[in-house]
Structures are given as structure tokens and as C-alpha cells.
């Protein structure tokens, strides 16, 4: 044994409890009084190795390496900047403006950490901690347990623009011990604060997660009105131009991830839509913000624009964006006040604009065409024999026709969608473990899997798999050449509507309503959806539009429900007193 | 040897979260408000593990359609994905893998037209090395895939490697499966031994090349004796392998040691029953000439396993020379037996016994034994076997059948029956005797009297 002096270490001797540390041949340190060698072993240090001299100079607690994997110092909720970095530059180039970057979901996120005590603060929640454990003076003897030389909270300083100024740490010497048994499963992680995050149970802190790395897209893009629904964000997401699964590949290559973090950053389901929506309202009213711009009529957000963007993508025709307007006008969700979120007000609740925008064009659907599986048919007929008789006319929309192309185009879209989620694969390139113990075991495995895959990917078909998509707000192209994908919206609502002194209505002067009797309980849906109940056409149509938005049928349903519920508010409370009356006549 | 399912992974945070909560539960009787939300981020955790578990799942699916339909491609493309489930963080999930990765796999990797030996081999040899328990199984398998190939030693040196496979207290548990491993090494050191047999056959005794093949001959079944002989002692059905290692005991005169295997194969109550075995010991003893009671006592086993084996003719007419009449009332048993099955109905041997033998049982004043046997076959023979419809049938293809059924009939069901009224119309040159006898037997023994 080499006799060389290790004053680095200040920890006691867990035989004699001295602090008189040598270091052994093979670099591991032993008490000079009692001859007890540790499994700690002196770290090499190598600043030469760090690539990035930025981060470097921002971060001096870089320089510490851990035995396990060696890397960086850095706590979760820089992960997750890391992250929302990732998404943002991913929005940025689909056209998003950088103020969004820079300006909002900066302020977002520095909001954020602030609220939840995290940097930004007085009293930092890793300070207190730390305090408060020096106090205990618990010496322990894992590798774990030492955190000396933490200086600086790396915050921050991804956002490169913005000035980093991190909260110095008022770091202590002494240990702090935050686990007990180094290397099992769960009580380790690569970040330094993973275990404790994991534990941390606040009340009244919403805690990150990486589908809420989404609602701060969210947010940000709600902030500054761009034209991104929170349904084109997710399919961004599920086709892949925005990261969001397997985001911790692209973390620095120093920054080591495993054991707790594990939990906290590998992600192996799609976002859903309401998940992300309550998050968004729940992330909101936790960051106190103010009311957000008003949604006006020249946003792309508003119901007119946005059932216009619809009734083009499913194919019907212009002219139906008239009634849509006088739906919008009647039921007055087309006001600002109604439209623009304001996470303060009483009872936080946003709209949900792409699914409204749809339930109005569903409702539309039904004034002209009931969708009660008959006067839709008959009046196809009418349609389909004055199309024929007057073929250089200006064609009348024949709801047959529009349901046979739609039908088609939506089962090929949905079966590829199908077969693309089936053969998706998961798996990181960088596996994730969750102790030094699983390590090999883990990249092992990951490399039988590799090698297998490579074997099978020469036995698949050659023909190339479908490039990468294009980000488009659109799923569909519609056009007149391709008899397979009619382009409808063009035609007519002639020979469904009919002049009535000055103005149009409809032929049609029956409707029903999709929901009868809302749920009063404190269940928190207001109404169910039981396919079976409703009519083919009805179910067609809110199949449609929901894979379209890629929500659930019964979400979309409610939608629906409640655009009813505005328009027909005099019917519902007669209906309070009358119940059981199927039909109503329309009021108009 | 790497293994993967060994190192058992710690658990996994659902279940970590479902032990905690129901300690709560099972504490008392009260109520924590916080319990709920506790419970529903127990439930939106499961739900993050949903989308990859229904990806595996759907992909699995589809992959099984695809093989259904012959589209190898596409089986190879979902394969590609659903590799990854080796990878699942759900170790019940991740353990079950590798097999079905490992059948559907080969099979894609059998018949896919872009596939080779070569790439079956690698794919097999990183099958075997995923898990301890799958190592003999697919090493197995893996051998004979390769004899269907015609790769004989490829095979052999296979199952080499299988043998010599240790792996602690797993290889104890395995011992089946070794023992299959070796003998179907056996198997395929019988086959050269049998090879060598045929080429030693065609030379001289003379020559000075049969001394050296017949050394060589016995090299080779001392070593195949000795992996066979292991795996025919555990209870199974081993018939290849009994049938070649008795026959090399029997090449090197061991009778005593055959018959005992035999014996052993087809008597051992530990044993599923096994017709082959039987049949197998009947044929030794034929040929050691054994005494007939001897040959019946083992047929009489196969006639309550399978009554409408080939073997059974001659179970008649072994029973036939007996002096014994308990075993001439066997054999009527066994006529009628083999008539039972539906695959039997037009066997024209056994309508003359039957004929044959009703008659004379008659004649001997047995009327009780057919009556016994005839009592659970009176609702269903007539439809059966005496339709109108096989009347017309079988005096069309086979005019000798027709008549000795019609014997029968006529014997068991009188003279009015369906079957011997349209055979005793008919009118034929040649059979004229044969029918005139035929009715008269008929009148005399028929068992309904009109």
C-alpha cells in the first residue's frame, strides 16, 4: 500500500471513526489507523475529457466524476429542460416563432422552478434539505452518500440565450446520506437528486413528468395564439417531429441516467389527449399565470377558423362553413371571454378548441342531415339523380358518395396507423437500468435484441418502408382527378336547404339530441357514450373525427352534447319538466 | 454462458405501489381520503406501460396472421419489432419471449425464400443463449431442423454440444431433456451403424475390409447402446429410439437383454400406454417363435388399447387354433370389434370370419355369445352396416363382400332385412351356388326366427 494521503476525504472510519484517509494501489481508500480499506476509490479527474466548455464554465460541479458511471453532476428537473428544450427547437422548426422559445416557455419554466422551490428562491428545496441532514451528522459509507463539491445548480444554462444566473448552493462539507444500501434497485440514480425527487411528495407542487414537458408546449403555444391545436401537437408527437419518447438519448453524453431515473424520464406510452389537457389547466393554475391573449376572431384558434380547417380536411363542402358561423353566433362560444383561458379565474377550465371546432361541424351534420340512418339516404338520393341529370352544374353534395370516399380513406389511414403503432419500436438505442448490479445484464440484452433485429431486417421486404411524413396540419388531399379521393368541397348544399323569405333553411326540420340527461353526479364526465344506442351515420361520423383527432369517441361525444346543450337551453329545461320526448322540433 | 432471466430484476414501481396500498387496506377499517389519489397515480402508472404492452401484444397478433396467410415477409417485419419485448420491463413478460420468438421465428426462418441454413443457425445459436431454460429445448430443435437438411454431422456435433451443457442446479432440473438430447445422438449414431451394417452385408467374410467395418460397426453401437438405453428407462414414448436399440441387442445376439427392454416398454405400469410397444414385443416374440399363448396374452393388451389394429387378423387366428373356448368367444369379440369402426366396413376378411364363425358358433350351440355381443350393436349395425344404401353399394363394387355381409345379416337380423333381401334378389351367373348356400345357412341359423 502506497502511503499517499487522501485529504480529500473527510468521512469517518466506520471501524475506529478517524479521518486519516491513505489510498491504495488500486485507488481505493483505506483508514491510516486501522487498515480498514472502503470501496470508495479516489476518482480520477480529467477536465480534458469534457467537450462542452460552456457548460463547463457554467457548472464547476462537473468536475466531479462518480464511480458507477461516470458523468456529470445534474438534478432531474434539468432533464426535463433538456427536454422541453429538445421540444421546443422541435417546434421551432416546424415554423413556430423563436419569441416562443426565448420569451414564454422560458418565463414558463423559470416560473416554474420558482413556484416549486426549486431555483429562483430563497430557500431552495435541495438547500434546505441538505441543511437539515448535515445537522443529523450520520456518517455513512456508500459511494452514495457524498455529494462534496456541489456547487452550482446547472439550471438554466441549456437556455442558452438567456442569462444564467444559477442560486449558488450553500453547500455544506459534510455528507448527506439519501440512501442506505448503494446500488439496489430504486435507491439509485445517475442524476443527483433522482431518488429523493421520486419520493418527494409536496402538497400543492406539481411535480414534472415528461407528458407535462408537453402541456408546457402547450401552454407556450396557447400564449402566443400559434396555429397548433393540442391534437396536431400530439400527433406531432406520435409521428415523430417532436421528441418526446426516448428524449434522454439526445442528454449530454456525460450525463448518466439510470436506476430511479429510469422512472422518472423513460416514457412508454403516447400521450393521451385528456391526460396532457388536465395538465395543462393543472400546470396553469400551479404557475399562477395571468390571463392568456384573447383568442380573437382572426386566431387560428377561433371555432370559424378552426371549422374551417376541419370541414377541408374531412372533405365537405364550403358552404357548410356558413351554418357553422350561425352555430358559433347562436351559441356564443365564438366570444372571447368564452375562448381565451385565464388559469385564475374561479373555475380554471380551458377550451378545447380542435374538439369544439369538430363537435360544431358534427351538429351541423345532423341539422342537415338528421343522421337517423334514413333522411341522410333519401336525401343522397334526391342528390345523386339531380348530379346525373345536371352534369355541368355545380354538384349537389350527396352525403352516399361523401360517406363511401370517407369510409375508404379513413379505414386505410386507420390500418396503417395500426400497424405502425404494432411494429413501433420503443426500446432506446441507450438502455436504461436500475442498478449497477443490472447493468450488463441490461446492455446485453439490449444487444441480442439488436442482433436479432439485424438479422430479421434483411428478410423484410425491400420495397423502402414510408419515409418520414412531412409535419402537416393536414392528414388528408383531397382532389377532383382521383375518382377514389373525390374532392367534395366544391358542391352544393342545394336541395337540402331551401329559401324561406329572405333567408335559407334547412329541408330537415327534426333533430335529436345526443344526450338527453346530463350526469348531475360527481362523476366527473357529463354524459356516456354507448355506440350501440346511435344510429350507423352517427356513429360513423364521430368515429371519424375522433381518430382524427386521435381522442376518444366519448369525449367527442360530450363535445357534442354540450354545443346541443347551448343551443337547445330553453328545450332542456322544458324537457326538465316534460321528460321522454324523443324528438324535438327545431327551433330556428 | 450468459444468461438473461437469471438476474431477476427488482421490482417493478406498480407493484411496489400496490404492496404499500394494500397494507393500508388491510390495516383497518378506516378511510383516507388521500388513498384515492394514491390509488389512481397507481392506475395511470399502469397505464403508462399500456402502449408498449399493446404494441408487443398487436404485433404479436398480426405477426400470427401473417404466418397464417404464408406472407413471410411481413411475419419477418413484425418480428423485427416484437424483438423488443425481450427487452420489457415486465419480467413474466420478458421470460415468456424468447420461446415464442424462438418457434414463430424459425418458422419464418424455415420458409422464408431469402433465408438459409446459415441464417438459421446464427438465429438458433442467439435463441439458445437467451435464458438458461431454453438452451436443450432450442438446441433440439435446432439438430432437427438440420437433419431435415440432410446435415447429419452439422446435426451430431449439435447434439454434442447440447450433452455437454451444464448449468448448475438448472441442468438438474433439465434431466428429461438431456437425456432426449443424447438419445437422439443414439439415434443418429444408429443410423451410421445401420449404414455400416448394410455395406458390411454386401462384402465378403473373407475380405480383408470386413474385419475392420465390423470392429468399427461394434465401436459404434456400444456408444449409441449407451445413449439410448438412459432415456428409454424414464416413462414416455420413445419408439425409435426402442425400436433401434433393440435391434442392435438383437444383431449382437442379446436376446435376453431385447426382450427385457421390451418387455420393460410395453409392461411398466409407469409408462403411458403405447400400442407400438406392444406390437413391437409381439413381433420379437413371433420371430423367437414363442409359444402361442405367450403371443396371445400380449395381443389380448393391444385388442383393449386399439381393437381395429392391422394386428388383429392375426389375433384371430391365433385365437382360432386355440383349443380354449373362452378364446373362441374372443375371437367372435374381436370380429365383431373390428367391425365397430367405420374404417373396417368394407375389410372383406373380416365379414368371412364373421360369416365363418357365426355359423359354426351356432352350429356349437352357442346362440348365447352372439347374443351377448350383439345386444349392444343391434340399434346401430343395421344402419351401420346393412343400409339399403350399402346393399346397393357393395353388391355394385364388390359382389363377394355383398354376399358375405349379406350372410351375416341375414344371420343376425333374419330374413327380412334390408341388406339380405336386395343381395338374395339379385340374380349372377357365378354366384348362383354361393347365394343358394347363403340362404339356406340363413334359414337354418338365422337368429330371428320369422
Redesign the interface.
Known sequence: MDLEEAKELKERCTQCAAVSWGVTDEGKYYCTSCHNVTERSKEVVDTAAIPNTKIQAISRGLKRKRKLEKGWDWYVCEGFQLILCQQVEALKTLGVGPELKNDVLHSFWKRYLQKSKQAYCKNPIRTRRRKTTALEDTPSHSDWDSEPELISDFICSSFAESEAESQPDLHTQKPFPIIKAPNSAYTCSGSLDGVEYSQRKEKGIVKMTVPRTLAFCYLSLLWQREAITLSDLLRFVEEGHIPYINTFEHFPEEMKLYGRDKLIFAIESWPIYEDIYKNTIELATFLDLPRFPDITKDCYLHPDILCMKYLMEVNLPDEMHNLTCQVVKMTGIGEADFLTFDPIAKKAKTVKYDVQAIAIIIVVLKLLFLLNDNLEWSLSDIAEKYNEKNKKDKPWFDFRKWYQVMKKSIDEKKQKWEEARAKYLWKSEKPLYLSSYNRPVVYKRREVVVNLQKQFSTLIDSTPVAEKQNPSSFQFNWTEENPNRTCFHGHSLQGILKKKGQSLTTMNSLYWLSTQKFCKSHCKHVTTYEESYFSQSYQFVISLFSFLLRIKTSSLHEEVSLIEKRIFKAKYNQSKKKPSKKKIRKVK | M?D?SD?S???R?ST?GDRMETCVLSGTGMHFPWLQKYLNSVL?ER??????A??TT??LS?MQQALLKHQ???A??????Y??V??D?DVIKRQAAPEI?WKL?SE??FY?P??SVE?FN??AD?MK??GVMNYLKISLQHALYLLHHGMLEDASRNLHQAETWRYGDKSSSQEVLINLVQAYKGLLQYYTWSKKKMELSQLDEEDYAYNTASQSMLNHSWKTSINLCALIQIPGVWDPFVKSYVEMLDFYGDRDGAREVLTNYAYDDKFPSNPNAHVYLYNFLKKEKAPREKLISVLKILYQIVPSHKLMFEFYRLLRKSEKEEDQKLGLEVLFGVLDFAGCTRNITAWKYLAKHLRQTLAGNRLAWIQELWDSRKNWWPNFHFSFFWAKSDWKEEKTLACEKALVAGILLGKGCRYFRYISKQDHQVLKKKMKRMKKSVKKFSIVKP
Open positions: 450468459t438473461m438476474f430484476e427488482l421490482m414501481p411496489e395511470t397505464k403508462k406501460e399500456k402502449a408498449f399493446q404494441t398487436e404485433c398480426l413471410w415477409q411481413q419477418a417485419g413484425y418480428m423485427h419489432s424483438l423488443q425481450l427487452e420491463w420468438i421465428g419464418i426462418l422464408h431469402k433465408s441464417t446464427t438465429f442467439r443463449n437467451i
